[in-house]
């Protein structure tokens, strides 16, 4: 389902970011990834939309291939199109409602009806318990609310692959519960390839079948829950485990 | 006696009669420095090349001289070298560079009106998709322009004010009729109390028209209510389910 090669990034033409990453992801894989901030974690999602544009590799997602030395916009777009990313700070558009945000893609990028994008609105506002708030703008709900609306955005435009930028870091302690429950119960329903950069060791134990920790801008460790979190090898592994408190 | 209470009357309308012209000059200039004032903006948004460098030298150009300045400079000054300056009405003249002028303040609260839209909704709408021109059409214009609509009535505010210079150039808007009347009658201190007034009136509707306006539209974001354009579908939808 999402195929990488290679992919650098380097910022400012000096900080290496990510170095000659490859990567590979089953469709229907839940893939969690963890490690110390500032290892490129991030940056490895977002160069899969093309949030952050790659210095060098290929990135393939779904049936679209984009070579970062040799690509057009539609290219870029048609990328995106492939998948859908969940934010940190939700990121939800301040000037439309909950119902207007999971529509938004419907109707501009997919080209369907009003009435066909609001009964697909419906359904996915409904699945993630948001359906009583469909007529509330984004300044009237909480931040646990609003991180289940851009679920519901994500989920609508029906991706190959769902990418979970921190999806619970800005989130108040009380309310990161709900939102986890929302991705737990996605990752348990096995419809959609999800990627998730997190730092709940527990949550992604429990819910990826595949953990990937990076380190320094590159994948240190790769493997199962069991073989990543209950019986590290890599020594920078158990050190991070060891810091997070596992 | 010092202040005639029956030539303020008497004048009163005489005065009053300057006021289309006023207006009329206000309006047009707001129309035409909104549009350049947006075009100026979109171009800097967007970071187009040249035009980031000319809206810099423009903006610095236009707060750096006067008013009065701008308008002799360009009646006077550029009729010697353009038979269209030279050919143009006064009232013409002064709409234009009133336009000119105020397009380089409104540019500056569009801009920052533009830039106050978070990065993060950008990246929403291009991580689904979203081309560039729906993204600003569809989400950061409708947010700008809250945030822009009171520093912009700020600008009309200015710009009806501003206005007032045009009898400098011989235009008998509200401030060349008092010139006029008060140069005939001596009465300074009536006609120009009659201007003060009638600038002050019109300077507190405006301000009162921007609370509004500004209290209506942050309500819109923070309202749980349902909006016009999808109250029928939503109770066609309602009593769907119902049956």
Not at chain 1, 129 to 135: I, P, S, T, Y
Not at chain 1, 159 to 171: I, K, R
Not at chain 2, 9 to 35: D, M, N, R, W, Y
Request: glycine share 6%.
């Amino acid at each position: 389902m999402v195929d990488v090669k290679n992919l650098s990034k380097t910022f400012d033409g000096t900080t290496e970011v990510l170095k000659e990453i490859n990567l590979h992801v089953d469709k229907h894989d839940v893939v969690a990834i963890l490690g110390p901030s500032g290892t490129g974690k991030s940056t490895l999602l977002r160069c899969l939309n093309y949030l952050c544009e790659p210095t060098t590799g290929v990135i393939r997602v779904g049936d679209v291939t984009v070579d970062a030395q040799n690509h057009t916009k539609q290219q870029v777009r048609d990328l995106r199109k492939q998948s859908a990313m969940v934010f940190q700070g939700y990121n939800l558009f301040k000037n439309k409602t909950a119902l207007g945000n999971v529509m938004e893609a419907l109707i501009t990028v997919q080209g369907k009806g009003r009435e066909e994008a609001e009964d697909i609105a419906i359904a996915q506002l409904k699945k993630v318990g948001m359906l009583d708030r469909k007529d509330f703008y984004p300044a009237k709900m909480s931040g646990g609310q609003q991180q289940r609306v851009a679920i519901a955005r994500a989920l609508a435009v029906n991706p190959n692959v769902l990418l979970f930028d921190e999806p619970t870091s800005a989130l108040d302690p009380e309310l990161v519960g709900e939102v986890l429950n929302t991705i737990r119960q996605l990752a348990e329903e096995q419809t959609s390839t999800m990627i998730l950069v997190t730092h709940e060791i527990h949550f992604a134990r429990n819910v990826a079948n595949r953990i990937i920790f990076m380190e320094g801008g590159y994948i240190a460790a790769d493997g199962t829950p069991q073989e990543i979190i209950d019986d590290p090898e890599n020594p920078r592994l158990r050190q991070f485990l060891n810091l997070v408190g596992k | 006696m010092l202040f005639s209470w029956s030539y303020f009357l008497e004048a009163f309308p005489k005065v009053l009669k300057g006021l289309p012209t006023t207006l009329g000059l206000t309006v047009i200039a707001a129309v035409f420095s909104l549009l350049l004032g947006t075009v100026l903006a979109l171009l800097n948004y967007y970071k187009v090349p040249v035009a980031v460098q000319i809206l810099k030298v423009w903006s610095s150009f236009i707060r750096g001289t006067p008013n009065v300045t701008q308008i002799f400079f360009f009646y006077y000054g550029l009729a010697r070298i353009s038979t269209l300056v030279l050919n143009m009405s006064p009232v013409v003249a002064t709409g234009v560079v009133m336009s000119l002028s105020m397009s380089a303040f409104m540019a500056e609260s569009i801009r920052g009106a533009l830039m106050s839209v978070d990065e993060g909704q950008r990246e929403a709408a291009l991580s689904l998709g979203m081309t560039n021109f729906q993204l600003t059409t569809r989400i950061v214009i409708p947010q700008a322009v809250r945030v822009a609509l009171p520093t912009l009535f700020n600008d009309m505010i200015n710009l009806f004010k501003m206005s007032s210079l045009a009898f400098t150039i011989g235009i008998r808007d509200v401030m060349g009729n008092a010139r006029i009347e008060s140069a005939a009658s001596f009465r300074f201190f009536e006609t120009y109390a009659i201007v003060m007034i009638i600038y002050w009136i019109f300077s507190l509707l405006m301000g009162m028209v921007q609370k509004r306006l500004e209290e209506k539209s942050n309500a819109i974001y923070s309202s749980s209510t349902v909006t016009k354009d999808n109250k029928g579908l939503l109770n066609k939808k309602l009593q769907k389910e119902k049956n």
